[in-house]
């Protein structure tokens, strides 16, 4: 009876060791994921979204008619706390830009900020004029 027992504990010992090792690589092969690849593809599309947002509930023809950022600047300072951005409006065919509105605590991109752009028109008095939205954004701290 006394060698049974070495045998079930010898059998569980074996799977402690089976498990722990499972665990160990898992662990290991988690650790070495690169979000870097996950942030672009959130910042890409949470960039089109807002864009998307803020032109069809027509705060980018209001900014750009009354050239007030107020509505677009609190919208971003709304939107969730890691991520930051900056939005400028330009006339279509000129690179000067015609507005600027950004996150308060969130002034100057990095170097591997996402650019989305999105056109739109305003009118102003009888005159439709054509504008371009180039949206600019990171995740704070990268």
């Not at 027992?5 to 665990?23: E, H, K, P, Q, T």
């Not at 290991?28 to 960039?47: C, H, M, P, Q, V």
């Not at 015609?98 to 170097?111: D, Y």
Request: charged share 20%; glycine share 4%.
């Amino acid at each position: 009876m006394n060698s049974r027992g070495f045998v079930i504990s010898f059998d569980a010992i074996l799977a402690l060791f089976v498990i722990f090792a499972f665990l160990i690589a898992s662990f290991s092969l988690i650790a070495g994921i690169d979000e870097t690849s996950y942030n672009r593809l959130f910042l890409k599309n949470f960039s089109l979204d807002v864009l998307t947002v803020l032109e069809k509930s027509g705060k980018l023809a209001s900014a750009a008619s009354s050239e007030d950022t107020e509505p677009l600047d609190s919208f971003l300072n709304r939107l969730p706390f890691s991520y930051c951005a900056r939005i400028d409006i330009l006339e279509q065919g000129s690179s000067q830009i015609f507005l600027t509105a950004s996150r308060a605590s969130c002034t100057n991109p990095p170097q591997n900020s996402f650019l989305a752009r999105r056109f739109f028109s305003a009118k102003t008095g009888n005159a439709t004029i054509y504008y371009n939205a180039e949206l600019r954004a990171w995740i704070s701290g990268d």
